[in-house]
């Protein structure tokens, strides 16, 4: 069966980990393969939220991103995606940009896990307040633009991160609430000269931030009593 090589590895934590349920909050370079490697470990409960369209500019990055896919919504691209790997997944689409009005139509449902892959700092602080206020586990993305080197990659305390903007921002924007300041973020140490205000990105720096992201989940599940 498809999940056969990785049952292994898991042995009788497959359960736990196919029970999951997902909430995943954008689906562009990092977002994107976070579903696509929770549903390839059997996870059969994912919720994806995204509002944009599959852009010529996504194919260098993007793992819904092909030249027969562009113009088309990101959440559907990625849903069908998701059913041709795990055709028993429960894969919930919201064609929306998250944010404090529309946030009580995404929490009709109740969640193991929020994935935060938002692009927006402001949504980015919306989310993490509301799973610490909803006690959901959490892990968050910074920023994967302008990296290239991925042995500067790393998970930590959004409280202990450095080099990076985002999390520089939202640590101030999040210090009246120190549970906030605890979640455990994914980012980079690597400083970059930018030379362009449009954000730079390749193929594998994204990809590694939602593997890296994947991969705490399973960890976290596997470590569970």
């Known amino acids: 069966m498809e999940f056969d090589r990785f ?111 938002c692009d927006t700092i402001k949504s980015k602080e919306i989310i993490i307040r509301e799973a610490i206020k909803r006690n959901i586990k959490i892990i968050s993305s910074m920023g994967a633009g302008f990296k290239f080197d991925p042995s500067k990659i790393t998970i930590d305390k959004l409280k202990n991160t450095s080099y990076d903007k985002i999390a520089k921002i939202l640590r101030y924007n999040l210090k009246d609430n120190k549970k906030c300041l605890e979640i455990p973020v994914v980012y980079s140490k690597e400083l970059f000269d930018k030379k362009d205000n449009i954000i730079g990105s390749n193929s594998y720096i994204p990809t590694m931030f939602g593997l890296y992201i994947t991969s705490y989940i399973i960890k976290d599940i596997m470590e569970e009593k």
């Open 7 to 117: 049952k292994i590895l898991v042995g009788d934590k497959f359960d736990n980990i196919k029970n999951l349920k997902v909430l995943i909050l954008g689906v562009g370079g990092v977002g994107g393969i976070v579903a696509e490697s929770l549903a390839r470990c059997g996870v059969s409960n994912i919720t994806i939220v995204d509002s944009d369209i599959v852009d010529i500019t996504n194919i260098n990055r993007q793992v819904i991103a092909f030249h027969s896919t562009i113009g088309k919504k990101k959440v559907y691209v990625l849903k069908d995606k998701l059913l041709d790997i795990n055709k028993d997944c429960l894969v919930d689409t919201f064609d929306i940009f998250y944010n404090e009005d529309n946030k009580d139509i995404i929490f009709n449902k109740e969640y193991d896990y929020l994935i935060d892959c």
